[in-house]
């Protein structure tokens, strides 16, 4: 079981009550509705053909609700009983657990006590007065007196834990059974899962498993983009897991799951994780082909090689020369192409020039990919750092078009990482702790997640046994509150 020993049990009592009686007030609603649609089974007043076919089809859906009447009473009466053996062992063993802590603190303390009293029994010089080893032996006896009687008082309060906890865990085996007999069992009455539905579950197990894989890809991309091979991976995992998102958050709206402005924000950091980076990349190489460009057609032609060398001429020449179209297609094909500076340092490593792709980071053993790898984490976009060093040279043509966009490049830096750091983070934990992913295909119908009165989510304090046995419960009732594939 999930309890820990010697504190008070996991738990409430109240809501595993109240939830027996929600599949107990179902129980007795199917028994009402079966019996009247018997009464119109048993109505032969009424000629006409369509009243006969009503009695037929009210005949037929009477069959099969009265089949999962059982689920319902058996799954009802296992959690009424169980709520209230829970209630009784909580009483028992959650005081004893208080009760331990005290005493336990007592103990160590008259522990303590009883040590130093032997220790200074001990440490009497055999010159002492009779009076004196007569004061000393009682003091320490009456401290192991001390020590004893808390000992024996610990023993007791652990026994009631014990009994209390037993007694939780044989009425848990008991509903359990109670369960799995309407689930699996003798009264499983024909009502087991489909072959798609097993199928579903399957698919659903592996989406989300698929989701967490890509959710630890987008942080490890951050880091590891310029690995050849794994690179590439992580940065198609990674931008996978930013659509899954996206799409995540449009059918939570759609289902009403979440408000328009949720929706907007995952949706608005879905996209930013896709095109976020390229963009502000885009807006950097910018703000420094304008400036290069800008500077060079004030200088003749050596003196603007001798400046900024001819590759860096070239390309900066073809950059400013792409029109706003061109650069928006460029950034809406990026999410699975990898920056020129991780292409870059992945050639080096490729062809065995490793040393001098890193520099070592001081104090650590790790090597960073780039020279500037404090710059390029907090900016998470060497394109930017790129931009930040060259406009530290003297000498540079800048207008206040290259100005605005070197701001917004490495402000839009700063945000888009830290904004991808936390959301990626985020992201994860959800999908761990089991919060994440609308699945596959569309929800379940368990009893324990669409019971009657809304979403009841894992039901509070059952052992993991039991909760799975609720769980497995299937609800045979559609939206509509008829008998599904009935009517």
Known sequence: MSDTQWQEL????????????????????ITRSVGTLQQIVDDTTTTAKSMEATRKLAGEVREDIEKARDRYSFTGEALSTYGAALR?????ADPAAE??????????????VARNAESQMDDLPDSASQADKDDATRAASGANATVSGLEQDIAVQESYWNSGHGDKNSAAGTAMSKIEEVVSGDKVHG???STWDKVKNVAKGIYKVFKVICDIAGILAIFLSWVPVLGQILMVLAAIGAILSIVENIVKFARGEIGFGAMLLGVGLGVMGLFGGKAISSVAKYAKARSVVQTASRMSNGAAKAKFGTAVLKSSRKTFALTRGQRVTEVLKSPFVRTAGDKAVAGMV??????NAFTSWRGSQFPLPYKDGAARFAMGNDDVVDMIGHFNQTGLRIDSVTSSAQAIATVGAVFNQ?????NNAAKLGSAIGGGDGWGSYEGGNSLATSGAGGSWGKITGLPVNVDKGVTAVQDVFGNDGYVAGSW
């Open 191 to 193: 009502l087991e899962d």
């Open 418 to 422: 830290t904004a991808n750091l936390a």
């Open 10 to 29: 996991d738990g409430e009592a109240s809501v595993v009550e109240a939830k027996g009686r929600t599949y107990t007030e179902l129980a007795e609603a």
């Open 350 to 355: 490729r062809n065995g020039l490793y040393k």
């Open 88 to 92: 009784g062992a909580k009483n028992e």
């Open 99 to 112: 009760k331990l802590r005290t005493l336990r603190s007592e103990l160590e303390d008259a522990r303590a």
